[in-house]
């Protein structure tokens, strides 16, 4: 189910905008990867290209070649709403359908593709998704109550359950945390452990404990000043990067010693 | 011990040190009192009437509260003071239009609001009954041929101008990027918020009057008339409705695998339903009124038709126009007059229930958020 990711030379536009410059990555099945790095290096931007959600913004394109299990997502004829089912997303702000109640959340990506099916199989995908982001005991009484009446870090473990709802070959997420208080966080990293089992994670996070804290590998992007690109500086495992990196500019941003 | 302790701070001798230097209670009513009797004393030196005593005691207000108010708080409080009453000023001069039009309408026009002016129409009126009617409720003949005329043109011009405005407006904000035909269709719909209501009836008029020959008047040619002003206005709506619909959803809905065009109509629309739909309502409302381009379309019946497609129409408007500029007993224009008067009620009713209508439907599709 889960597959793995290698991105060779991608260069990622806005406009005429160069924006992350010649990255190279292979992000392995069944691990979490982090990308850490200032703000505005580009890590969220590169992050929207392995579902391509890049090109959702106007004017934006991105050029490489991103292979999910060897078959290249930009390859000619590749329809990018087939690569969205494969490779699900998490935002950064929790962002449930407000028309949906929590039912309908977890069921948007069925629902919305008019797939048909039965109601015992819906709800055994409720509740299968909504255990699967730790989510079910919370809400198992209030199915059919708005998404919008969770708390903030409710709904977003909503947002992970419709994510997965899909049946994905990869999660990526976008500072899932960033808009959570600790426990909340803490519950997520729990289900990012969890779902690393079944499925690739790539995460994009601002907090560096909580990269060493849940990722296997971490990949470091910098940026040399404003108008210029980002870029991959370093990328190991995560013990590596945070105990010995090898380059001087991670060392600096990971023990806080940056600018 | 003495049982006639205070409690610390309370003193019932001391003025509190953080109400020092406050107006009174009672100075804003004594200034208006004195206002008003200022007012009538200066009304009365150039002859008394009511108009001039307003107009006087709410200058003479407006110059000694704030006067007043300052010399005791100080100049900003003044100052303040003096805006403040500017603004209550110009809303109650907002507001006087309103309430003495309404008022007006009602009292001319519910005498009128009989059963014969609710479910008869003007057919076989002639000028000889007017002339026997004695009592408001004598009068015979109605307006159930304009209601039903109101009713038909605005459905068919609803129906025409929804589906346009709604796609026009879809495609702004969901297709067009920006694009020069994107920012065309913006600017051809700013100019047609401006064209004058008759211009858009003498388009309608003259456009089926070159297909199927000259002056073609159904209620038809009136409703494609409305269409042209409405399109504007519901594409507008629509337009800034779906524009605050977040990004957000949009790209969660994305993230699934959902197609685009299944995107907005399953996502993006539903969230904006209450907008779009209050706002088809306004929209509505603002057509229902229109009388110049219907005299130029719709003809003038007397009798009922609910054909949109041939033969004459009347609608509430355009009857209250008839009935007033040509009265249908020439020598006795009461009975016409009181027939007009009831169906401006009517129209004003029927614009207020619309209106109401649609913030029932703003509440009723509006997103839940109930239940945290």
Known sequence: ?259 | MSTTTTKPGTSPVRESRLTRGQRPKWLIPVIGVGAIVVGAAISALIGFNIATWAIFAALVFLIVGPLLIGAIEGSRAGSDSLMTFLVYTAFILAVIPLISVIYTVLANGIPGLTSNLLLTSMNGVTGAQDNFAEAPGDVVGGAYHAIVGTVSITFWATLMSVPIGLLTAIYLVEYSNNGWLGKAITFFVDVMTGVPSIVAGLFAAALFGMIFGPSTRTGFVAAVALTVLMIPTVVKNTEEMLRIVPNELREASYALGVRKWRTILKVVIPTAISGIASGVTLAIARVIGETAPLLVTAGFATAINWNSFSGWMTTLPTYIYYQIMTPTSPTNPDPSLQRAWAAALILIAIVMLLNLLARLIAKAFAPKTAGR
């Not at chain 1, 995560?238 to 380059?247: A, L, R």
């Open chain 1, 1 to 259: 189910m889960s597959k793995r990711i290698d991105v060779e030379d991608l260069n990622v536009y806005y406009g005429d905008f160069l924006a992350v410059e010649d990255v190279n990555i292979n992000i392995e099945a069944r691990s979490v990867t982090a990308f850490i790095g200032p703000s505005g290096c580009g890590k969220s931007t590169f992050l929207r290209t392995l579902n391509r959600m890049h090109e959702v913004i106007p004017g934006a394109y991105a050029k490489g070649k991103v292979l999910l299990d060897g078959d290249d997502l930009y390859g000619k004829g590749v329809d990018p709403v087939t690569v969205r089912s494969m490779i699900g997303m998490v935002f950064q702000r929790p962002n449930p359908f407000p028309t949906m109640s929590i039912r309908d959340n977890v069921l948007a990506g069925v629902k919305l593709n008019n797939k048909r099916i039965s109601s015992k199989a819906a709800d055994e995908l409720v509740e299968s998704s909504l255990r699967g982001a730790n989510l079910w005991n919370e809400v198992k009484d209030r199915l059919n109550k708005p998404g919008s009446g969770l708390s903030g870090g409710q709904q977003q473990r909503l947002c992970i359950a419709r994510a997965i709802a899909v049946k994905p070959n990869v999660i990526l997420m976008d500072e899932p945390c960033s808009a959570l208080d600790p426990i909340s966080t803490l519950a997520i990293e729990d289900l990012i452990n969890e779902l690393k089992t079944d499925y690739t994670v790539v995460i994009v996070t601002h907090n560096m404990q909580q990269a060493s804290r849940v990722s296997d590998r971490t990949a470091f992007f910098n940026i040399e000043g404003t108008g210029k690109p980002g870029k991959l500086i370093e990328y190991a495992p995560t013990t590596e990067i945070f105990n010995n990196p090898q380059k001087k500019e991670t060392e600096d941003y990971v023990s806080g010693r940056f600018g």
